[in-house]
DNA sequence: AATTTATATCAATATATCATGAATTATGGA
DNA sequence: TCCATAATTCATGATATATTGATATAAATT
């Protein structure tokens, strides 16, 4: 994770399709969802989910399995830890608890 | 924080310049920094960093507080938090063990 | 092999964003 | 009050990005 695929990751999160799209993989978690379900679950075209979608697994924060005819898109959190962690890195000038409390809160909800 | 302000956010830190800012606040810390020292230390001419310095304030990423002729500017923790926290909502449907990892490496280095 | 279903690619237009130079506001000092 | 310093705002040309219709590829079914 260097500074160009961290800019390329927070370009593909900052439009509304694909925000939706990572929210949506990230919430249905390994079970993924094929392509054409979240182009119909989230409202969008096609051939604009496609487009979205390759932004985001070039990005490095979808993976996609080819599964019979359809491909099936998962969040990857892999990816998301190395774009947050170079995000966060060597912070508070080596007083790490002062922005311990920017990650805690981000515990995943049932 | 709605869908809006993420966009926003997520915005304001796809462009090199601004993502450079938030990284140096981030580590800089608690005493953070004067915009004409930032324009400085990063090589960017004083308007232009303004300018980028207006959007993280509007995205809710820095803060500022005005100290003599000169602005200074901190990394706003709260707005990170809840921008991190609305990326990662309910994930995993359910099994947020799933994903602990992708938050656990955001580790503050020292 | 022809058809259907699922997804991706292409070319074009429309829209948004960036960096710059010039001008402006705000604070502190002579 | 006049000047210097610090930062912001404005208008503009250049660049980048998004969506769309049309087309292409890829896999499964008949």
Redesign the pocket.
Same mark, same amino acid.
């Given at each position: 994770m260097d500074m160009n695929d961290a800019l390329n990751a927070f370009?593909a999160l900052s439009?509304?399709?694909?925000l939706d799209v990572f929210r949506l993989l990230i919430n249905v978690g390994p079970e993924g969802m094929?392509?054409?379900?979240i182009?119909e679950v989230l409202d969008? @075209?096609? !051939?604009?989910? +496609?487009? !979205?979608? +390759?932004?985001l697994l070039q990005a490095g924060l979808v993976r !996609?399995e @080819?599964e019979? @005819?359809?491909? @099936?898109y998962f969040a990857d959190l892999d990816g998301t830890r190395e774009l947050l962690t170079f995000l966060m890195a060597d912070c508070c000038g080596g007083h790490p608890e002062l922005c311990a409390q920017a990650i805690e809160a981000i515990a995943c909800r049932k």
């Open positions: 370009s439009q509304k399709t694909r094929s392509a054409g379900d182009a969008v @075209r096609q !051939n604009t989910m +496609s487009a !979205n979608l +390759s932004v !996609n @080819r019979g @005819r359809s491909i @099936r």
